[in-house]
């Protein structure tokens, strides 16, 4: 027990300077909402880390599997949903939709997960991306979902912590919260035998299974706890918008933009995502916000595929694999 | 006995890459399997390990019947293999590489840490545990499969070619390790090679085979000697011109 306590905690493995800089993060973070008072920049930062938290978990089945998964979009849903429909039918405190939301993510990604990964790399990329939007299209066309007009929450009138409301501070810190605690969660995994296990397969899997690795069990596994993880940040985004529909909360692009905040960050490293949010998300906000107030609509997403597409060419390992490199020279 | 093969047979749409081969290991023997190239030297392994399921035939192992199970399960029941060409796990380092190995017993990573230690000190490369492989010669790269082959605790250890494309230094290296783990594990070694000194020098009993059947089974230097093993490899001229 106190030995995973210390797996979850402890960056021994991880060279100071990487401590330090994280060490710098979180005090940035926690500090933000006292020193900035623009509305817009708090709700970039709180996109920031939700997408953040979104990367970490796709990081599992994408960085350290290995499996481009293009339909993580599903089960931000199914979380959304989750919360929504909970919160609206029975009432039920926040807090309590959280784990319905991940269990039907995780039941949902195993019922479908063995005739997946009887495909590979680009197949296996197209599958999910079409069980994904199979999935947003039944939402759409359910009248118990609310259909294409979504799910309104009750506002409250008071900041209420049973149902999470309350003024955006209130947001960054639950989110932040959120996050720290997936971030520790991948901590221990990345030492975990699973995570070694889920690497071998990666790297080869011929080789894995000749050292006692059930390959598919492995990333069934991983991608089951993925969807869970998933599906935590869809009940964020229920409680943060208050409002949702399945354009909002399950379309392709949330899936190709969780798939590319790692790859660009660094797939299959503990800080590629938080590297690859930071970059994207702000970029998004707002390169899309002034070139729009120009009147200049598109060109931000034409900037925005370009670089993505010089950091798939030229650096496989994204942002992080160039600092590994520099640091390797040095 | 510890490894029983009755009758195996392994067909690719028409081709017979396996015909009815039958052969048998004690416990601590080292055998090679020679043969030409295209003899289906690999593709019997691949039956044994799991990679294929072969077309009729059986594999015993320890008396149980292994036939067709997949190559995980065969591999945690104690056999354990190298590669042709090689499979090492590129991101990670010579140490990780060693602690799956010791992962498929252990989901304890400080046991996994120490035993991966005290098989890189066997084999010689405890320099290297921080490097990842790519950067390491070939020769270096076929030690940590073995290394890695070697953490699984296998009773049973089959390696295929594993003295390809080495120097005789390295070969001579190799054989040395060979021997100590032998002596110190009390492994059954099974392989197979062209490197006909390498083979030679290290079994205690060589099995032939040649366009998928079983040839000739002996001591390698009688087995040297018989007519159809040279007709095997250079041809009938030169068997019947002896």
Redesign the interface.
């Known amino acids: 027990m106190s ?1 995973i306590l210390r ?1 979850i905690f402890s960056f021994g493995d991880r060279p100071l300077s990487e401590r330090i800089a994280f060490v710098i993060f979180i005090v940035i973070v926690l500090a933000f909402p006292w020193t900035v008072k623009l509305a817009y920049a708090r709700a970039v930062m709180i996109k920031f880390l939700l997408f953040a938290l979104f990367g970490l978990g796709w990081n599992l089945i994408g960085g350290y599997g290995g499996q481009v998964d293009l339909g993580q979009a599903k089960n931000v849903g199914f979380g959304a949903y989750a919360t929504a429909l909970m919160m609206l039918h029975w009432h039920t405190p926040f807090w309590l939709t959280i784990i319905p939301g991940m269990l039907f993510a995780t039941a949902e990604s195993f019922a479908v997960a063995y005739p997946m990964f009887r495909l590979r790399g680009h197949y296996f990329a197209i599958a999910t991306l079409c069980v994904a939007l199979v999935w947003k299209e039944l939402f759409v066309f359910w009248e118990w979902t609310g259909g294409a007009r979504g799910v309104e929450i009750p506002i409250q009138t008071a900041p209420n912590f049973t149902y999470m409301q309350f003024g955006s501070v209130g947001y960054h810190y639950f989110i932040f919260g959120l996050f720290m605690a997936e971030f520790l969660f991948m901590n221990w995994f990345r ?3 699973l995570g ?2 889920l ?2 397969v ?3 899997e ?10 598919t069990g492995t990333k069934v596994k991983t991608y089951c706890i993925t969807a869970a993880l998933g599906a935590v940040g869809g009940s964020f985004i229920t409680a943060y918008y208050l409002y949702i529909d399945p354009e909002l909360v399950m379309p392709l692009d949330l899936s190709i933009l969780i798939a590319m905040t790692v790859m660009v960050g660094g797939a ?1 490293s503990i800080w590629g995502p938080i590297i690859g949010a930071a970059i994207l998300i702000p970029l998004d906000m707002y390169l899309g916000a002034w070139l729009a107030g120009g009147g200049r609509y598109g060109i931000d997403f034409m900037i925005y595929a370009f670089i993505i597409m010089i950091i798939a060419a030229r650096e496989p390992k994204g942002i992080w694999g160039i600092v590994e490199r520099v640091k390797k020279r040095g | 006995m510890l490894l029983e093969v009755h009758n195996l047979v392994k067909e690719f749409g028409g081709v017979v890459a396996n015909a009815d081969i039958s052969l048998q290991l004690e416990q601590g023997e080292i055998v090679g399997l020679i043969g030409p190239n295209g003899a289906g030297k690999t593709t019997l392994f691949n039956c044994i ?3 294929y399921r072969p077309t009729s035939g059986k594999v015993l192992f320890e008396g149980r019947d292994i036939t067709g199970w ?3 399960r065969v ?2 029941i104690g056999i ?2 190298t ?1 042709q060409s090689m ?6 380092t010579v140490d ?1 590489n060693v ?3 010791a ?3 252990t ?1 304890d ?2 046991i ?1 840490k120490q035993e991966a230690q005290d098989i890189l000190r066997l084999v010689d490369l405890v320099q290297e545990a921080n490097t990842y492989p790519p950067e390491l010669p070939i020769a270096t790269q076929k030690k940590i ?1 073995l290394a ?2 070697l ?2 605790k296998p009773k049973f250890l089959m390696l295929d070619e594993v003295a390809a494309g080495l120097n005789p230094s390295e070969t001579k290296d190799i054989i040395q390790t060979l021997q100590l783990i032998k002596e110190v594990r009390g492994l059954t070694l099974f392989l197979t090679e062209h490197v006909m000194e390498f083979i030679m020098t290290i079994s205690e009993r060589v099995i032939v085979i040649a366009v998928g059947r079983k040839i000739a089974e002996g001591i390698p230097e009688e087995v040297a000697r018989e007519d159809k093993v040279i007709e095997a490899y250079l041809g009938e001229r030169y068997a019947k011109g002896r």
């Open positions: 030995r797996d030492k975990s035998r070694f296990q690497q071998a990666r790297d080869n011929d080789a894995a299974a000749s050292l006692g690795i059930n390959v299959g | 390990a799991g990679y997949p190559a995980h591999a945690r354990a293999r590669f499979k090492i796990m590129p991101n990670l990780e602690m799956i190995g992962f498929s017993r989901g990573r400080k996994a499969e890695r082959a953490a699984t």
